[in-house]
């Protein structure tokens, strides 16, 4: 099993964590969040993710840590950069809900699967949605029932 690590500007890190909870409250031992405060150096920072690392390790069954940031190059991402390893831990940026829900849904895959996954599921996540009412919009050509039906 894979433990996740979520370390975003706050309070974007515990606000996703949260999510993740309500749909998942089983998770909330494999899933932990750090939020980058705006005053803290980032050698604080690094402090408390590499504390936060080691506990996740501790915890029966994990083999490894997914570790999700919110922008490249910014903090949380740059003290990320410095505390995986790429073999046991691995980091990805751009975290959204969408992310980190396929992640805590295939957290038990092996490390690379769960990042392919995890990847796949933030960029999916990520679309636009036609602004005007279903009624209004045209007729998809493979539609099986040409009748609308009103009840």
């Known amino acids: 099993m894979n433990a996740i690590l979520i ?17 998942f409250p089983d998770c909330g031992a494999h899933l932990a969040a750090i ?7 980032p050698e604080e920072t690094l402090a408390t993710a590499r504390i936060a690392m ?9 083999k ?6 919110d922008i490249f190059g910014a903090t949380p991402s740059n003290v990320a950069q410095k505390l ?9 940026t751009g975290v959204n809900l969408p992310m980190l829900l396929r992640s805590v849904s295939y957290r038990n895959e092996l490390l690379d699967a769960l990042v ?7 960029t999916q996540g990520v679309m636009q949605v036609a602004i005007t009412a279903p009624q209004n919009q045209a007729r998809r050509n493979n539609d099986q029932d040409q009748h ?3 009840q």
Do not use: Y
């Open 84 to 92: 995986v390893d790429g073999v046991k831990s691995r980091l990805i």
């Open 148 to 150: 609308d039906h009103q």
């Open 7 to 23: 370390i975003a500007h706050a309070p974007l890190a515990h606000a996703l964590r949260e999510c993740a909870l309500h749909v």
């Open 54 to 62: 080691d506990q996740l390790f501790r915890l029966p069954q994990v």
């Open 116 to 122: 392919s996954r995890a990847v796949v599921g933030g």
């Open 35 to 41: 939020d980058v405060q705006p005053n803290l150096p």
């Open 64 to 69: 490894g840590v997914l570790v999700l940031t």
